[in-house]
């Protein structure tokens, strides 16, 4: 199984702050076929189910704000909030979708300082 | 509108069964893989199972050892989960999710408590 892990466990951020959250897999998520990374993030805010944000590792899903970024190929990955919004306040997730079971991080919560 | 919604979810004693379900709406529900995902109260995320189009490629997670099967019924736009010798650990909130390579879209998800 593919082991996905993520640092820092949590953070705080002052508004209009970077906040970074990087993700690591056990095993290269780059598929060599079609030299994609199989790494999507997501957003959970509390009390909702989790959203989207992120997929090929650095594709924004459609309506989310350019604040949001990806990075990373490989085994090394990393959302970037560039300026922290009160609305941004969740858990982060990242998760592989290269081959099941696809796993997930253990989430990143992120508050405002 | 893409909509999942799941129903089936209650309280069940050790050992129980239940079975869920989630009605999808808004897309051609045969042409995508689905997925259900738990999450335990105040814990992360744990992918459970996935199918593929019309009853291929079906994966369960290692730590279900057989007691769970995802099936799909494409002509009624919906997708179940059969859960069987339900444990504690097993209680958590169950969502439907669509796969596109990555978890596009989730549902509300359904809470399953297993407790005597």
């Known amino acids: 199984d593919i082991v996905m892990t993520q640092s820092p466990e949590s953070l705080a951020v002052s508004l209009g702050e970077r906040a970074t959250i990087h993700c690591k897999s056990s095993?290269?998520?780059?598929?060599?076929?079609?030299?994609?990374?199989?790494l999507g993030w997501y957003q959970q805010k509390s009390g909702q189910p989790p959203k989207l944000l992120i997929y090929w590792a650095s594709t924004r899903e459609f309506g989310v704000p350019d604040r949001f970024s990806g990075s990373g190929s490989g085994t090394d990955f990393t959302l970037t909030i560039s300026s922290l919004q009160a609305e941004d306040v969740a858990v982060y997730y990242c998760?592989?979708?290269?081959?099941?079971?696809?796993?997930f991080g253990p989430g990143t919560k992120v508050d405002v300082k | 509108e893409v909509q999942l919604v799941e129903s089936g979810g209650g309280l069940v004693k050790p050992g129980g069964s239940l079975r869920l379900s989630c009605v999808a709406s808004?897309?051609?529900?045969?042409?995508?893989?689905m997925n259900w995902v738990r999450q335990a109260p105040g814990k992360g995320l744990e992918w459970v199972s996935s199918i593929g189009t019309r009853n291929g490629a079906i994966y369960y997670a290692d730590s279900l050892k057989g007691r769970f099967t995802i099936s799909r019924d494409n002509a009624k736009n919906s997708l179940s989960l059969q859960m069987n010798s339900l444990r504690a650990e097993d209680t958590a909130v169950y969502y439907c999710?669509?796969?596109?390579?990555?978890?596009?879209?989730w549902g509300q998800g359904t809470l399953v408590t297993v407790s005597s």
């Open positions: 808004g897309f051609t529900f045969d042409t995508y893989s």
């Open positions: 998760q592989q979708y290269y081959r099941p079971p696809f796993t």
């Open positions: 999710v669509r796969d596109t390579g990555p978890f596009d879209y």
């Open positions: 095993q290269s998520i780059l598929h060599s076929s079609n030299n994609m990374n199989y």
